[in-house]
């Protein structure tokens, strides 16, 4: 599954329109649809308050089931599909780790050079 797939998963479990998310995220109807779509790129800032209206963990819209993976690659070792499953999902969400990856250097950086001034 992408992220994207993930969040409108998670919404319709948990009975949310796209009215509400569109409310809670603080924009209309059709930019949120734009979104669940693909059409708009994800902020680490939106992806983090989508998991918030959510109400869940930034990880679990990245990964809901990532023993899955490591079930199926275990139960099929060596199989090319298994491998490729992997890394085709891998390759979806990249960049949204490389992003979160990022934002989190910079505020460690931020948290110790307020340290240092302290």
Known sequence: ???IE???TARKNKGISHEAMAVNLGISQTAY???E???????????QKIAEILEMKLAELL?????SFHQEIHNNPG????????EN?????????EKLIAAKEEEIALLKSLLKIS
């Open 37 to 47: 779509r693909g059409e708009t790129k994800l902020t680490v800032d939106r992806l």
């Open 33 to 35: 649809t734009k979104i």
């Open 1 to 3: 599954m992408t992220v």
């Open 89 to 97: 999902w891998y390759s979806e969400n990249r960049e949204v780790y």
């Open 6 to 8: 993930n969040i409108r």
């Open 79 to 86: 199989t090319a599909i298994s491998l490729q499953k992997v």
């Open 63 to 67: 990964d809901p089931e990532p023993p």
